[in-house]
């Protein structure tokens, strides 16, 4: 791989895994220790990764990181999203009124989406809070866009589904 691919990966990928590691709990100092581990790992295996799987590899090995900082530490992260703006995000492609976007609490969405699999709670906040598009998160995943769309409606449904248990909403 050259210096000038991994440099513009590093540009690319680095600023979405630091976000997204702050939006999933992860503090300040650890996210930008975790982002430099991964690329120095990438450094050093470089050799072993295909080119085009390279951003999503990045991406599980700074996740991996993250979740073995947690189980080290035993950290109680705390989601970090824009309650209302979040949720409005989400519901412009669902079924939610807006009156009820407008009166629930940042602390109530956190709730209900801490309770999701990581899994759907990664997908949405990469796209609802980090507003990535499709082909950015399936890049960064290494699914193709059809996947994340399909992984999506899933999370969006799961959210729902536990909302209006929760809440007796829709």
Known sequence: ?????????YNSQAKV??????????????????????FVRAIQYIDGVDDRKLPSWIFKVALNNYRNYLKRKSVITEL?????????????????????????SATSVRDCLSSLKDGYKGLLILKY??????????????????????????????????????????
Request: with cysteine; aromatic share 14%; proline share 0%.
């Open 129 to 170: 809070e980090l507003e990535l598009s499709y082909k950015e998160i399936g890049r960064l995943l290494g699914f193709s866009e059809s996947t994340v769309k399909t992984y999506l409606y899933r999370a969006r449904n799961e959210f729902k589904r536990l909302w209006r248990e929760e809440y007796g909403r829709s």
């Open 17 to 38: 895994i630091y976000r997204y590691l702050l939006k999933y709990g992860c503090c300040k100092e650890v996210a930008e220790e975790i982002v430099q581990e991964s």
């Open 80 to 104: 970090s999203i824009d309650g209302g703006g979040f949720f409005s995000r989400l519901a412009a492609e669902g079924d939610f009124t807006q009156d009820i976007l407008a009166n629930e």
């Open 1 to 9: 791989m050259s210096k000038e691919l991994l440099t513009e990966l």
